[in-house]
């Protein structure tokens, strides 16, 4: 089993900076290719961006592209979101994700490739 807690939201306003974080436990971090997701009140759970257990290959939606960076320290075994030039659409409530990588099958951009999920943390935009 693998345990993810997510931290760091909060309110910021529009064009601020956030990083939001996901610590992980509960298996070995290296094994794990990770992602970030979020949903506002009304919507299904969006694709933000995701990464490889070796941080060599990222993935990120059209609509975070350029303002948000994903990153992972596998010493902390913990997964980051740095969120900058936030706009009020990006108020969700954020999850963290994971899937070991022998298990990993179909699309990193896929909810339904991920096994493990965190409780999530708010993100809201708002002046």
């Known amino acids: 089993q693998v345990q993810l807690v997510e931290s760091g939201g909060g309110l910021v306003q529009p064009g601020g900076s956030l990083r939001v974080s996901c610590a992980a436990s509960?298996?070995?971090?290296?094994?794990?290719?990770m992602g970030w997701f979020r949903q506002a009140p009304g919507n299904g759970r969006e694709f933000v961006s995701a990464?490889?257990?070796?941080?060599?290959?990222?993935y990120y939606a059209d609509s975070v592209k350029g303002r948000f960076t994903i990153s992972r320290n596998n010493a902390k075994n913990t997964l980051y979101l740095q969120m900058n030039s936030l706009r009020p659409e990006d108020t969700a409530v954020y999850y963290c994700?994971?899937?070991?990588?022998?298990?990993?099958?179909?699309?990193?951009?896929?909810?339904?490739?991920?096994?493990?999920w965190g409780q999530g943390t708010q993100v809201t935009v708002s002046s």
């Open positions: 994700a994971a899937v070991p990588t022998k298990q990993f099958s179909g699309s990193p951009y896929s909810s339904d490739s991920y096994n493990y």
């Open positions: 509960g298996r070995t971090f290296t094994t794990l290719d």
């Open positions: 990464i490889s257990w070796t941080g060599d290959s990222t």
